[in-house]
């Protein structure tokens, strides 16, 4: 599909969203010019004075006729809306279903800045190195206030909130620079808060990466972090302390105090260190201690990275 004064389409989905985009503007596009000529024709043709027949002319029978009429413009518009929203709520739920196979990537945002951290701890400020072909899932949230992570290449846009997480995810089909804009007024920056995603061949970004190797992964920092808050002194293997095991937790169902049961996914694990008192696992003592205030966005991350970790291999947290 030809882009006719858009970005370029870069991801999986631009084509697919530019092509909703075409039909629909196309449809209302021909409803307009109809309801145009139509509304010249009748001017014309009864105008005051001209000699067409009139309403008070028409003999009863047609009255059939003007039912068949009145049916078909409301089931037709009817028709045409439903199949709109039908197509774009499919689009939607493509665009919020990430593959397995997603690299996660976390995404930080705040006055005026993105940060971006890849799973093996490569930090970056305002710009996102990632390959070509492979489904990339990005975690986001904000340090202050609501900001929204917008590529026009990619078709897409999700705002990121300060308090909780968002998502998003794409392939990216195209190599090259990609602009990333904020699109949500967030302050007097906000016009300068952007940066660049750059989509490189599989191969270039293995290079790249190698090239830009990190201290730690985000999984064996997020282990220093867990002892240096403290976690293991109540979720380690030799702790006295009854506390809810971490190990393989992550992605399980957990079953509550008050009888429900959630997902520990990562906003598990963040509401878990932030509003500890909130969910309550089942079969403990509300008596972990909230980090709000005290831990950063970033170790936040970190420490998701390391309960993860815990889940896909089998280790025991110490
Ligand atoms: Cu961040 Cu606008």
């Known amino acids: 599909m030809i882009a006719i004064g858009l970005p370029p389409e870069a991801s999986t989905i631009a084509p697919r969203v530019d092509l909703l985009l075409y039909v629909v503007t196309a449809v209302t596009g021909l409803v307009a010019i109809a309801i145009f000529v139509t509304m010249i024709v009748f001017g014309i043709r009864y105008r005051a004075g001209s000699p067409a027949p009139r309403a008070d002319d028409i003999p009863a029978l047609q009255a059939r006729a003007r039912r068949r009429v009145e049916t078909a413009w409301t089931l037709i518009p009817l028709a045409l809306f439903i199949a709109s929203f039908a197509w774009a709520a499919r689009l939607y739920m493509v665009r919020g279903t990430p593959p397995a196979n997603a690299i996660e990537l976390f995404v930080v945002a705040k006055q005026w800045m993105w940060k971006l951290q890849h799973p093996g701890g490569q930090r970056e400020i305002d710009e996102m190195h990632i390959p070509r072909g ?185």
């Open 134 to 318: 492979q489904p990339i899932r990005l975690v986001m949230t904000s340090q202050d206030v609501i900001h929204s992570f917008f590529v026009p290449a990619f078709r897409l846009k999700q705002d990121v909130l300060p308090g909780r997480y968002t998502e998003m995810w794409f392939t990216a089909t195209k190599t090259g620079r990609f602009h990333l804009f904020c699109a949500e007024y967030c302050g007097t920056d906000h016009a300068r808060m952007g940066g660049d995603v750059v989509v490189m061949e599989p191969a270039e970004f293995a290079r790249w990466l190698a090239a830009h190797p990190a201290a730690e992964n985000m999984a064996s920092r997020g282990a220093d972090l867990f002892r240096h808050y403290g976690c293991s002194g109540c979720h380690g293997a030799n702790a006295s302390v009854h506390a809810p095991n971490l190990a393989g937790l992550f992605g399980k169902p957990v079953p509550l105090s008050n009888g429900t049961t959630v997902v520990a996914d990562e906003r598990y694990v963040r509401d878990s260190i932030l509003l500890p008192e909130r969910e309550v696992a089942a079969g403990y003592a509300p008596i972990m201690p909230s980090f709000a205030g005290q831990i950063s966005e970033d170790d936040i991350s970190d420490l998701i990275a390391y309960i993860k970790r815990l889940a896909d291999t089998r280790e025991h947290p110490k």
